[in-house]
């Protein structure tokens, strides 16, 4: 009775837990470097707006989330009608799939490797996935990409800045591409990570949505990074108003809850937090980078709260021996790239540990 579409599928390969590891290795502290959370945890303004909402969980919250809507919405001077809120924006992403392709007809366009939630709801929907190899470099083949657009694509997933390897397009370069897209073609800019781009303004294409209306861009933005509410699950589109509302009717109403909405709308409050963070990361993404080089790993460009880096040894070695010592980080085999690593960028006590431990495991302390 299982459709063999399901029975082929891959599940999602998720970063392993603290809890995981403590129990596997006998640990009693273990460092989570691995999911490109927030290490400093939760705002304290988000803890306290949540804490007070508690009690109404009982209530079934309203369909679209329409408070938080009009708060992103005054957050980024755009009208809520441009805003969809969904249960993080792996949902939107489902969404998307199911309002614009036609299983068994359409087409969608990702680069490998990407975030892989976009292929695998692509082919639970029954619609034929094209993969775009990225450049060696990890740049973006915008000319490959926008060849292998037919009339059956109905979809094209640029995630900037980029997951697993940090690189980030500028802004001009991304609005020329945008442009040449056919417009019954929907480009999808995934911007999980651009709070951690430096200047924002180089790289979203944000500001031009808000100038020229862009029609055919869908630009996706999550809670679960900076914000630090990963595991509140909320993330959100900005759309035109007639794609945003067909997300909206397709939506599962309940989606998102009570709580989650809360929290969102308080994150967007917190501005100390949120410039904390930034700071913290930005400033830490150039120690590690430093240090890594030092310690004869390759780590690549970053405009994101992690580093992808290529080790002198097996990179399956070093991820294993440095799970041993307490500290998850993400081997990229799911992602096809055996020989590379990613790491989020911790708190500055963590990346310490961090350091010393590689340090430690490639003979160099
Ligand atoms: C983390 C991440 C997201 C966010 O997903 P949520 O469902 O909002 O937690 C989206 N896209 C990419 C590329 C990511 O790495």
Same mark, same amino acid.
């Given at each position: ?22 129990? @596997? *290795? ?7 470097? +691995? ?29 679209g ?11 980024? @001077? ?22 614009? =392709? ?18 695998? @709801?692509g ?17 973006f ?6 060849? &292998? ?18 690189f ?11 442009? @040449? ?10 911007? =999980?990570?651009?709070? /951690? +781009? ?12 808000l100038?020229k ?8 933005? !999550? ?21 945003? &509302? ?15 909405? !809360?929290?969102? +709308? ?5 501005? *100390?937090?949120?410039?904390y ?9 150039r ?18 709260? /992690?580093?992808? /880096? ?7 070695? %070093? ?15 799911? *992602?096809?790239?055996?020989?590379? %690593?990613?790491? !989020? ?8 540990? /961090? ?6 495991i490639?003979?160099?302390?």
């Open positions: 009775m299982i459709r063999t579409t399901v029975k082929q599928f891959k599940p999602y390969s998720p970063g392993l837990s603290i809890a995981e590891i403590k129990n @596997q *290795y006998q640990l009693t502290s273990v460092i989570k470097m +691995a999911s490109n959370e927030n290490p400093l945890g939760m705002s304290p303004l988000v803890i306290e707006a949540v804490s007070k909402k508690i009690a109404e969980a009982f209530r079934y919250p309203r369909p989330s329409p408070k938080l809507r009009r708060a992103i919405a005054r957050h980024l @001077q755009l009208s809520e009608e441009n805003i969809v809120v969904g249960n993080g924006s792996d949902e939107i992403i489902d969404l998307l799939i199911r309002c614009t =392709a036609e299983p068994g007809k359409n087409n969608i366009l990702v680069f490998s490797p990407s975030f892989s939630i976009y292929r695998m @709801q082919l639970l929907h029954g619609v034929k996935i094209k993969d775009i190899p990225l450049n060696t470099d990890f740049s083949p915008l000319n490959n990409l926008l060849a &292998s657009i037919d009339e059956n694509t109905s979809l094209v997933f640029l995630t900037n800045p980029d997951n697993p390897s940090g980030a397009l500028d802004r001009y370069t991304l609005l020329e591409f945008a442009k @040449q897209i056919p417009k019954d073609t929907l480009l999808v800019i995934d911007e =999980a990570y651009i709070d /951690f +781009a430096h200047p924002i303004e180089k790289y979203t294409l944000l500001d031009e949505f100038k209306g862009l029609k055919n861009v869908v630009i996706l933005r !999550t809670f679960s990074k900076i914000y630090a509410l990963a595991g509140l699950r909320i993330g959100y589109a900005i759309a035109e108003k007639e794609i945003a &509302s067909h997300l909206l009717r397709i939506k599962l109403p309940f989606s998102v809850n009570h709580l989650a909405e !809360t929290a969102a +709308a308080a994150a967007l409050q917190d501005t *100390y937090f949120y410039q963070t930034k700071s913290m990361v930005t400033n830490e993404r120690r590690l980078q430093k240090e890594i080089t030092g310690l004869h790993c390759t780590p690549y460009p970053s405009q994101t709260n /992690f580093i992808m /880096f290529s080790t002198p040894l097996s990179a399956d070695h %070093l991820f294993k021996e440095l799970l041993k010592k307490g500290i998850i980080i993400r081997s990229l085999k799911s *992602y096809g790239l055996p020989n590379h %690593l990613r790491v !989020t960028i911790g708190t500055p006590e963590e990346n310490t540990t /961090f350091l010393s431990t590689l340090a430690d490639l003979n160099l302390a």
